[in-house]
């Protein structure tokens, strides 16, 4: 293998590494996906007795969509040597890219959909299957740390608890427009909690290890490392970023059976997309026919349905089923935490780290340190995912 080289023989490498990094920061689709009238198109919703299909509103689009499409692919790629970490600048590209198409069509129905598709695919047959074969599990082992107990100002409390096991320092923002209970916004360092949710205890637990043991810690990570684009995201990084973040809540001891048919739902959601089915058809099809109560089979139709169909949603499943058995080959999880990265370019960032152009992480989600899980069912099902 090379030995570290110096950082004038990659200076050109660095140079279209802090162009891209001063051109993504627009294009955060979290910040222009979530719906600004969620709460009256749910009740308008619910008075029609679930047959309006709602119109959200979203936030405008801050920047000339064309002129940043042309400066990304200005690029002059050609003078990055070696051949690996030019294709993956190459793909970074087309990502960002899609990402501004999917910002661009946001609200435009089958337009946004199909960018929607270019960005995080839908789910396969396998993928289908898995979902099916989770929601065959009996969840009904439900006890009172289940129930809703706790206000946004006190869940505000309990995230800042838990992250004192890390030394970095985030905002906390309490949002009305959220879909989400809670979310990080990577490039403001920032975790949005919705202000109307009711939290329970499992769920706290659920969120802290999810949000902070997994996303801030590669969003800090990523920061760490010498080129931006650890920071910013590797194509297809969704998939195992939420890998990660869902295998986090089964280490330390607080992912359920319920918790895990949320993401098998979650992928039947996205497939509905693909059948063409409208907001009220997907509502039906997981509160009637699969008797989710009206409350969780809204939050997940809003979820895919949101933009025009959103499929982001069924890569959970998928990412946990990669990261989970990645994790018992004895591989090393420390390599996929050094940033917003992905599985399929662990070669290259091994590459990256022996030129001393990326480093170990400095923090380590801690649920991974011991396994915390007690039931024997889960395991039986993450080990039959295919």
């Known amino acids: 293998m090379s030995q570290i080289k110096t950082t004038e023989e990659f200076q050109d490498l660095f140079d279209i590494d802090a162009n891209l990094n001063r051109l993504v920061k627009n294009i955060e689709l979290l910040n222009y996906i979530n719906p600004q009238n969620i709460a009256a198109e749910k009740k308008t919703f619910f008075s029609s007795k679930y ?34 970490i030019r294709q993956l600048y190459e793909d970074i590209i087309y990502e960002y890219s899609g990402l501004i198409e999917c ?7 089958r337009k946004f959909y199909f960018n929607s598709l270019k960005s995080f695919g839908t789910p396969t047959e396998k993928d289908i299957e898995n979902a099916k074969f989770i929601l065959r599990f009996d969840d009904s082992d439900f006890d009172e740390k289940m129930l809703p107990v706790f206000n946004v100002n006190e869940a505000k409390d ?8 890390y030394d970095f320092k985030y905002n906390i923002k309490i949002s009305n427009n959220l879909s989400a209970a809670a979310m990080v916004l990577n490039n403001t360092q920032t975790l949005v909690l919705r202000k109307s949710h009711k ?26 490392q010498p080129l931006k684009v650890f920071s910013n995201g590797f194509p297809n990084n969704v998939e195992t970023q939420e ?8 280490m330390s001891g607080c992912l359920t059976i319920m918790r895990l048919k949320e993401l098998a739902f979650r992928v039947i959601a996205v ?27 809204f939050a ?18 998928r990412g946990l089923r990669n990261v989970y058995q990645y994790a ?23 590459k990256l780290l022996n030129y001393g152009l990326a480093i170990k992480p400095k923090y380590y989600t801690d649920a991974y340190v011991s396994n915390n899980n007690t039931n024997p069912n889960l395991d039986f099902i993450l080990g039959g995912l295919k």
Not at 54 to 59: A, D, G, I, L
Not at 103 to 109: L, N, S, V
Not at 243 to 250: I, K, N, Q, R, T
Not at 308 to 315: N, P, Y
Request: cysteine-free; overall charge positive.
């Open 51 to 84: 047959n309006y299909e709602p119109v959200f509103k979203y936030p405008k689009m801050r920047f000339n969509g064309y002129k940043l499409h042309r400066l990304f692919f200005s690029q002059r790629l050609e003078r990055i040597e070696d051949v690996d």
């Open 103 to 109: 910002i661009e069509t946001i609200g435009q129905g």
């Open 158 to 165: 309990y995230f800042d608890d838990f992250s004192k096991r």
């Open 199 to 224: 939290y329970s205890l499992s769920q706290l637990k659920v969120l802290t290890n999810h949000e902070i043991g997994v996303h801030m810690v590669t969003t800090f990570n990523g920061l760490d």
């Open 243 to 250: 890998g990660l973040a869902v295998y986090s809540e089964y």
């Open 271 to 297: 497939d509905s997309l693909n059948k063409g089915y409208s907001f009220s058809d997907t509502f039906h099809l997981l509160h009637n026919q699969h008797k989710l109560n009206r409350d969780k089979a």
């Open 300 to 317: 997940i139709t809003l979820r895919v349905h949101r933009g025009g169909g959103f499929t982001k949603d069924h890569l959970y499943l």
């Open 328 to 350: 018992k080959a004895n591989k090393d999880l420390s390599i996929l935490l050094i940033g917003k990265v992905s599985q399929e370019y662990i070669p290259t960032m091994e």
